[in-house]
């Protein structure tokens, strides 16, 4: 069965470090994606970035980056230079191709806290 | 437009009361989601509509109805809920239903049940 583990539940940083979110997947199927989503305390989920299990090449976009290693199934997101705007909680999801409803598994979240 | 909208944003009832929680997107999306967040947990999938008609239905109770009455709106009928049923509801879409397309989500209706 599938899984998604964020074993960091909390992190608090001070404005402008750097911050990784890591993200450790399960899964029997050969064909999958991995999303990260950010909540604010508004509550509204944020799609920030999908990516492939056939496609390992890390992504930049601005602040943000993302590192998808398959050999160590992780898919970890590093913030660089945080910002307060990015404290919310983040939440890692894995969606199966075998699976017939685009159903996310969602990881527990860790939440980030970026103090001024 | 690229939202999820939902309404209302809070909601107050009491155990014996009915209500809807309603969901609206103009992007054209074929699949709907409705959600169940705890605090400090993550969304909860309840219910998956895939061209107006239910797809997945995660054994919720009947308590809690879904309905599509076109492609751009999800309803989430309330009836004899319990405190326990208190959580953020959240709706989403998606192109539709293949397992790599991304998922929107509107801002939530937080549920309160006395």
């Known amino acids: 069965a599938q899984k998604v583990t964020q074993a960091q539940t909390e992190i608090s940083v001070v404005e402008k470090e750097d911050v990784t979110l890591d993200c450790v997947y399960e899964t029997r199927d050969t064909t999958y994606y991995l999303f990260w989503y950010k909540q604010p305390p508004s509550g509204e989920l944020v799609f920030l970035i999908r990516r492939n299990s056939f496609d390992e090449q890390n992504e930049i976009s601005g602040r943000y980056s993302w590192n998808f290693q398959k050999s160590t199934s992780s898919f970890n997101f590093t913030i660089t230079a945080s910002q307060v705007v990015d404290s919310a909680v983040y939440f890692c999801a894995l969606s199966e191709a075998s699976n017939a409803g685009n159903m996310l598994t969602f990881g527990g979240g860790t939440r980030l806290m970026v103090k001024p | 437009d690229t939202e999820v909208t939902q309404t209302p944003k809070h909601l107050v009832m009491g155990m014996t009361n009915k209500k809807s929680l309603k969901c609206e997107q103009h992007m054209g999306h074929r699949a709907m989601y409705w959600y169940k967040q705890k605090a400090k947990k993550p969304p909860e999938l309840m219910f998956v509509?895939?061209?107006?008609?239910?797809?997945i239905n995660e054994s919720v109770p009947s308590r809690f109805s879904p309905e599509c009455p076109n492609s751009s709106l999800l309803n989430l009928h309330l009836h004899a809920l319990q405190p326990e049923d208190s959580a953020l509801y959240l709706c989403?879409?998606?192109?539709?239903?293949?397992?790599?397309?991304?998922?929107?989500f509107g801002p939530g209706t937080r549920l309160t049940v006395l």
């Open positions: 509509y895939s061209y107006e008609k239910l797809s």
């Open positions: 989403a879409s998606s192109q539709d239903q293949s397992s790599y397309n991304e998922q929107f």
